[in-house]
């Protein structure tokens, strides 16, 4: 199947942005709390505080310093 599958209702994965971003802290492992400012997507609109990042494993993949922004 769809390697992306398995990451649905993860966060937003993107190979070619800055930051990967989940507003589900539970898939974050080695979570430390982080005060990254603020994300925002494409347009410059903030989406909400990064307050802490971690690392999600998905079995085959593995992404370090996943940022987490709660209001995701």
């Known amino acids: ?3 992306q599958d398995a990451l649905k209702d993860q966060g937003y994965f993107d190979s070619v942005c800055s930051r990967h971003m989940t507003g ?3 898939y974050l492992t080695d979570f430390n ?3 990254g400012g603020y994300a ?6 903030k989406c ?6 971690g690392t999600i494993k998905t ?3 593995e992404f370090e310093d996943v940022y ?3 209001e995701l």
């Open 59 to 61: 079995g085959k993949l």
């Open 24 to 26: 589900n802290i539970s």
């Open 1 to 3: 199947g769809d390697p």
């Open 68 to 70: 987490f922004v709660k």
């Open 33 to 35: 709390e982080h005060d």
């Open 48 to 53: 909400g505080k990064i307050t802490g990042k």
């Open 40 to 45: 925002a997507f494409g347009g410059g609109a």
